[in-house]
Every structure is written in structure tokens, then in C-alpha cells.
């Protein structure tokens, strides 16, 4: 989260950061909550929904902040929001909140009235809100749905059951993650392998070096087919693609991080694709001196009445043409396209303006046909 991305998402504050009570940093695909802290201390209002934020972190000598809105990160456990003194209301939507005993660390936040953890885990624990009711006697609204003075008095009656059964179903939904990240360690490890195979010199021998392979051998007959069947890329990365999306697998923290680094990689390329190559500048002289004649625009130039201004062909304003006569050459640009279709003689050339209206008047003897052009 770097300072010019505060800074401009900080415009209705006249990009003054430090006396910033409110920001907007949602969807920019923010990893990492750092700095804010230190840099907006007068923070009340802090969006930052919909990024890839697995921890809450570097908010708490935010001391006046009201409304901290973490919808749609990778959130796994409630931490560090102790110092937000003035914290009326956390919104924790569709996170990967499992500690659902996490939430009595807001027990210190006096001010929280509202919480929302719709769509986390812990949300399918039994006993969920009776727990989170219970354990924060100062909220008001969960989930957005008004806790009643009955609600809360229900909420406390059988609570160590309550509390028994939630430690249960964490320590479950803790053994079934340690084994989901195991798994996604094991799937990028083995990504990474197969990518180091594809790299020619693996295993000390170069895909192309087909001098070291046994006529017979199986690598070589699949060599041999590969090069009488070639693969279409295109169609290869068509069904890499639908192989990604297509594949089964659990929605978790790893899982989400990996679809946004598919989406960067593919608009990277995609970017990669669309980079255009300078062109080499034109050379309008050949080596042996020769003038070259260019129509850059293709411009239709022929008069059909007499002599009428380049402008009237053309419709255009005559400071957006430039001339430039030289002994050897004459150069007319429109809009910086050379656009003088015929070889002229320079030093029988003219150039006149009206002082009246300004109208630029050329007149250019052809080279061979001797008849002018204008």
C-alpha cells in the first residue's frame, strides 16, 4: 500500500493525507494492510473491501476510526483491533474467519455496535451467534439482524455448553485447514517443478539436443511425433484455461490468491501482446541524395479548376501545416505527415501570404512536367 495510492484516493481532501478522516482503497488489490497508521491518524471511515488482505494489521493507533470495512479479503482470525478505541463498526463479509473465539478479542472495543461475518466459516458453527451474543455484551446488531434483550439473555444461559461445542468444531475446521494449506504448499512446489522441466537444460541436456538420445528410445519417438503433429498454442492455452476453471477445489484463502494471479499473468500477457515496436524513424533522403516522395496521409492533392489553396482540398486550418523549401528538397507536413506527392524544382519555387486574410499561396514547378503544383 504505497503513499501515491493514498494520496490519490485521498482528491476530496485536497491530497492532504495526514488530516484524511476518510479512504477508499477498495478492489486494488491490496495484500497487506501497512503504513495507514502512521500516515492518517485522523481516520474515522476505512474501506479496503474486496483485496487479498489475510491479516488485520497496522490499524491500531488509529484511534478515532469508526468504521473499518474488510468484506471480501482473506481474513482467518480477529486481531489487533484493541487500539480502535472509537470502533462502532467491523465488517468482516465473506473472509475465512475459523476462530470464532477470535471475537472475544473485541471485547475491548466499548463502542462496537454492529459486526457483520456472513459467509465465513464460522458462521456454520453450531451455536454461532449465540456465541459471538454472548461474548460481546455491547453489540447491538450481528450480522444485520437486531439482538434483542431476550436474544441476549437466552444467549447467556448454557454458555460453557456453547463454548464447548465451538472449541470443538475450531479445532475441526483448524485440522481440516492445516491440511488444505499442506496441500496448496504441495501443489505449488510441484508447479514450480514443472515449470523448471519445461526449461531447456533441464537435467543437464538442452529439449532440442537430440544427438544424445538412442534412435529407439521412447523420448525420441515422442520427439518425432511432436514435430509431425505440432500442437496449435492457441488451443493449448484454450484448454490450460478451461482446465483452471473447470478443476474442482476448495474456496480458500490459497485457492482465491491463486485465481488472481491466473487473471494478473493472463492481462500481463495480454499487455505483453499489445506492446506495439518503435518504428525506425523515415528516411525521406536516400544515401546517394536522391529526394523520396511521400503522401503520408494519401491526401488527394489534384486541383481540377485552376489553383486552389491546400486548406480548401482539405478543410484545414492552415496552423496545421508547415512548409519548410530547401535548395535540394521541398517538405509540406499536415499534422506533422509529409504529404507533397511530386518532385519540385525548390529554387523556382514560391511563397505567398495574403496580409488580408492569410492565405499561404505555394507555387512549385514540377520537375519534369514543368507545371506547377499548389
Known amino acids: 500500500m504505497g503513499w501515491d495510492l493514498v494520496r490519490r484516493r485521498a482528491e476530496h481532501n485536497e491530497c492532504e493525507i495526514f488530516s484524511l478522516e476518510e479512504v477508499s482503497l477498495h478492489q486494488q488489490d491490496i495484500e497487506r494492510i501497512e503504513h495507514l497508521d502512521r500516515w492518517c491518524r485522523e481516520l474515522r471511515i476505512l474501506y479496503l473491501q474486496n483485496n487479498l488482505i489475510p491479516r488485520i494489521e497496522n490499524v491500531g493507533r488509529l484511534k478515532k476510526l469508526e468504521y ?70 455491547q453489540l447491538k446488531c450481528l450480522d444485520g439482524t437486531e439482538i434483542s434483550r431476550s436474544e441476549r439473555i437466552r444467549a447467556s444461559q448454557g454458555l460453557q455448553e456453547v463454548r464447548r461445542r465451538v472449541a470443538e468444531q475450531e479445532r475441526e475446521y483448524l485440522r481440516r485447514r492445516a491440511e488444505e494449506k499442506e496441500e496448496a504448499r504441495r501443489k505449488e512446489a510441484g508447479e514450480e517443478e514443472e515449470k523448471k522441466e519445461k526449461k531447456p537444460g533441464f537435467n543437464g541436456r538442452w529439449s532440442t539436443d537430440i544427438n544424445n538420445m538412442a534412435p529407439g528410445s521412447e523420448e525420441n519417438k515422442e520427439n518425432q511425433e511432436l514435430a509431425e503433429n505440432p500442437k496449435n498454442p ?6 490450460r484455461e478451461r482446465e483452471f476453471w473447470h478443476t474442482p477445489c476448495t474456496f480458500t ?18 499487455e505483453k501482446g499489445k506492446e506495439k515496436k518503435p518504428k525506425a524513424p523515415r528516411t525521406l533522403i ?30 484545414m486550418d492552415t496552423c496545421l501545416i508547415d512548409v519548410d523549401v530547401q535548395p535540394s528538397y521541398a517538405r509540406v507536413s ?33 520537375v519534369r512536367t514543368g507545371t506547377r503544383h499548389t
Not at 90 to 104: A, K, M, P, R, Y
Not at 290 to 312: C, H, I, M, S
Open 68 to 137: 473499518l470495512n474488510l468484506a471480501l479479503n482473506n481474513i482467518e482470525v480477529i486481531e489487533n483491533l484493541e487500539g480502535c478505541e472509537s470502533l462502532q463498526k467491523l465488517d468482516l463479509t465473506v473472509n475465512f474467519v475459523g476462530c470464532l473465539s477470535s471475537v472475544e478479542s473485541l471485547r475491548h472495543n466499548i463502542h462496537l455496535r454492529e459486526l457483520f461475518l456472513v459467509g465465513n466459516p464460522c458462521e456454520r458453527f453450531e451455536g454461532y451467534r449465540q456465541f459471538v451474543v454472548a461474548a460481546l455484551p
Open 334 to 366: 499536415v499534422k506533422g505527415k509529409v504529404v507533397l506527392p511530386a518532385k519540385v524544382k525548390p529554387d523556382s519555387s514560391t511563397a505567398q501570404r495574403s496580409q488580408t486574410t492569410g492565405h499561404l499561396l505555394l507555387t512549385m514547378p514540377r
Open 286 to 315: 536516400t544515401a546517394d541524395g536522391q529526394v523520396l516522395n511521400l503522401n503520408e496521409p494519401k491526401y488527394d492533392l489534384r486541383t481540377r479548376a485552376g489553383f486552389r489553396p491546400l486548406w480548401d482540398d482539405i478543410h
Open 253 to 270: 484463502p490459497e485457492s482465491r490468491l491463486e485465481a488472481h494471479r491466473h487473471l494478473e499473468e493472463k492481462r500481463r500477457a495480454k
Open 234 to 239: 492457441e488451443v493449448d492455452e484454450e484448454e
